[in-house]
């Protein structure tokens, strides 16, 4: 595919309006639907052609790029027009679990449409900058043509042919994401229940704190790794007791400060099946093990 190849953006939220935004600024000619037709105003001021329909839109363009709220709207909005999408490319950048983009992708297919899913790493002022990266995964021959195209919107990262594998590392950066919130808050609310305490200057000890911590992460990664393929003796440990004591220590602290101790719950909960294994040290391997055995909760 050239540079000038047109694309369809079918979905002009937040995030579609900035990739439609992103292939016009590099020049390409670029078809736009919304169901709220209102929303597809400032994009084409820039230039992009508002079609009036969604097969209007999927036969303008060999490239359907969908981003919307969820795979039930994408389900809904591309069932109607399952026959245009004969020959053309779908790239589904609607955030959704592996299990939603097989069944996508078997749908595709049923349908003779090439089918790729996406995870955007990124917020709608990143795309097409140095800092966004989105994931794909889909077959490989689909891709490869694509991936100059997609570069546009940020670095495109091809995870392999298994189509749900960018959904799942998708979900899996921001379960990270949604945990490290989670302890900001709990952090920023222990430090800013003494009145001398404030959350900015808090902040500025917090942020090289966890950025020298995880410089430890590929170390860490490395020994998940060793164990999944061999069973491999982990090196980076700590005595459980010494965990469990550090851990009470925070609780207690939290509960002295009138703070809830309900985020800290599960690492205890951890702490306490891996001693319930009859481990005597914490390791990143087991921690890892054991919630992957665990029961699925909620
Ligand atoms: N915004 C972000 O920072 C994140 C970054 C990472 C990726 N996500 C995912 O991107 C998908 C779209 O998110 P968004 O930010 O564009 O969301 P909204 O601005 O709320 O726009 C939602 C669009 O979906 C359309 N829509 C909703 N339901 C239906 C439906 N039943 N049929 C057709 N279209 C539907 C909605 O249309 P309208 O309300 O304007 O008519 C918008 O186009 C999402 O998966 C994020 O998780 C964004």
Redesign the pocket.
């Known amino acids: 595919m050239n540079g000038e190849a047109p694309v369809t953006v079918v979905?002009?939220?937040?995030?579609?309006?900035a990739l439609a935004d992103a292939f016009l600024a590099e020049g390409r000619p670029v078809t736009v639907w919304?169901?709220?037709a209102a929303?597809a105003e400032g994009v084409v001021t820039r230039g992009a052609v508002r079609a009036g329909s969604v097969a209007e839109a999927v036969t303008a363009s060999p490239l359907v790029v969908v981003?919307?709220?969820?795979y039930?709207?994408v389900r809904?909005?591309l069932e109607p027009v399952a026959p245009q999408l004969h020959g053309r490319t779908v790239v589904n950048?609607?955030?959704?679990t592996p299990v939603q983009a097989g069944e996508m992708a078997e749908w595709a297919a049923g349908h003779g449409a090439d089918y790729l899913d996406g995870?955007?790493?990124?917020?709608?002022t990143t795309v097409a900058t140095p800092e966004a990266f989105i994931l794909y995964s889909g077959e490989q021959r689909v891709f490869d043509p694509l991936r100059g195209t997609l570069d546009v919107l940020g670095a495109a990262k091809y995870l392999g042919a298994e189509v749900g594998l960018a959904s799942l590392y998708d979900l899996a950066l921001l379960s990270g994401l949604n945990l490290m919130f989670d302890g900001f808050h709990h952090s920023v609310a222990m430090a800013t229940s003494q009145k001398e305490g404030t959350a900015v200057g808090f902040t500025e000890l917090l942020v090289p704190w966890l950025t020298n911590m995880a410089q430890l992460l590929p170390a860490f990664a490395a020994e998940v790794d060793a164990d999944l393929d061999r069973d491999a003796e982990p090196q980076l440990t700590q005595g459980l007791d010494v965990q469990l004591v550090g851990l009470a220590n925070i609780m207690n602290a939290s509960r002295e400060a009138g703070v809830s101790t309900a985020p800290l719950e599960p690492s205890l909960a951890g702490l306490k099946a891996l001693l319930a294994e009859g481990r005597g040290v914490w390791s990143a391997p087991a921690s890892v093990r054991q919630l992957r055995s665990g029961p699925p909760v909620g």
């Open positions: 979905g002009l939220g937040e995030m579609g309006r919304n169901r709220t929303k981003c919307l709220l969820d039930s709207a809904e909005t950048l609607t955030n959704g995870g955007i790493m990124a917020v709608p």
